[in-house]
């Protein structure tokens, strides 16, 4: 079993002696800055100077100086800004600032796993993880609790890296809910086939699929939306708060049979393949490869992606529906 370490469990104090830099402030960094300061730990954010983000994290009360300067202050260096830009931005200000016992961070194993960053043998690399969209992580933070999250040891210089992650992740509220001890390659793998298979790639394309049938069968676009795609929010809650059971128990009898007898050949063995073949490519490192690839090339086909989603009738319904439902002015 996955030892899953809650409060209790963290015994050690090293933090209250570090100083944290957190390198960004999108939705991550600053949810996750915010809660270290309120813990009482010693954050300053490291900044593009002029950025836009700037005056917002001086205005919450955090100290900001430069990525270089931040890094060179810093205990550890917590990596939160997008994985195509981190490695660019550690070789150029972080990578010289870099010393023995100092400690880099991650919330993703992306560029580690990857080896786009290739930190030196010297210094502890370990990654604490919330398991939910920074906004969320800082929600639950406020209310006196905390989201599940991922640790993990990359490297250990210090003989102290697995503390210092627990240490974070309570500073984060996150022992409060339960936090998992895995690997870089084990997170960073699961997440990218997570997304493609289903959080992202599979259940827009099931959504959209299905919208289209119902359309092509005949059905107005109004209620084929509500069908495929609304109505989906409502049983994705219910197997978030009870499990597949759950759901089943909560739906009609008839809402139960067709979805146990029919469900298995709409996402059959076919399906199931497909999805090996997503995980195989996120293992041997193709995906990443070609998504290197698209990035320097100015994301074009991603850019066409996007706008044909945004294009597809789906949406252009989905509008006028989330208007009616007060989700849209």
Not at 74 to 98: G, K, T
Request: glycine share 10%; aromatic share 6%.
């Amino acid at each position: 079993m996955v030892k899953i370490y809650h409060d209790e469990d963290v015994k050690t104090s090293y933090l209250k002696d570090m100083t944290i830099a957190v390198i960004g402030y999108g939705n991550q960094g600053r949810a996750q800055a915010l809660c270290l300061k309120d813990s009482g730990l010693n954050v300053v954010v490291g900044l593009r100077p002029g950025g836009s983000s700037w005056g917002r994290a001086e205005a919450e009360g955090l100290r900001v100086k430069s990525v270089g300067e931040a890094s060179r202050e810093a205990d550890i260096i917590h990596m939160l800004i997008p994985d195509m830009v981190q490695a660019e931005v550690y070789r150029a200000e972080v990578e010289p600032n870099l010393k023995a016992g100092k400690a880099l961070c991650f919330s993703h194993g992306f560029n580690i796993h990857y080896r786009l960053i290739i930190p030196p043998p010297n210094i502890d690399v370990i990654m604490v993880a919330p398991k939910a969209p920074g906004p969320r992580l800082r929600e639950v933070y406020l209310e006196g609790f905390g989201v599940p999250a991922l640790i993990a040891v990359h490297q250990n210089a210090s003989g102290r890296a697995r503390e210092l992650a627990l240490e974070m992740a309570k500073a984060l509220g996150c022992t409060k809910a339960g936090v998992l001890e895995t690997t870089f390659k084990d997170e960073t793998e699961s997440d990218l086939i997570g997304e493609q298979t289903v959080l992202v790639g599979g259940l827009m394309e099931l959504i959209r699929k299905a919208f289209e049938v119902l359309v092509e069968e005949g059905y107005p676009p109004e209620l084929a939306y509500f069908e495929a795609c609304n109505e989906a929010k409502l049983i994705v809650d219910l197997i978030y708060q009870g499990g597949l059971t759950y759901m089943l128990s909560s739906v009609s009898e008839t809402a139960r049979y067709g979805g146990l007898s029919v469900g298995p050949k709409i996402i059959d063995e076919h399906v199931k393949e497909n999805m090996r073949r997503a995980a195989r490519a996120v293992k041997d490192g193709s995906f990443t490869k070609a998504w290197l690839e698209e990035y320097k090339a100015g994301r074009r086909n991603l850019h066409r992606m996007f706008e044909e989603v945004k294009a597809h009738q789906l949406e252009q319904v989905g509008r006028l529906i989330r208007k009616m439902s007060g989700l849209e002015r």
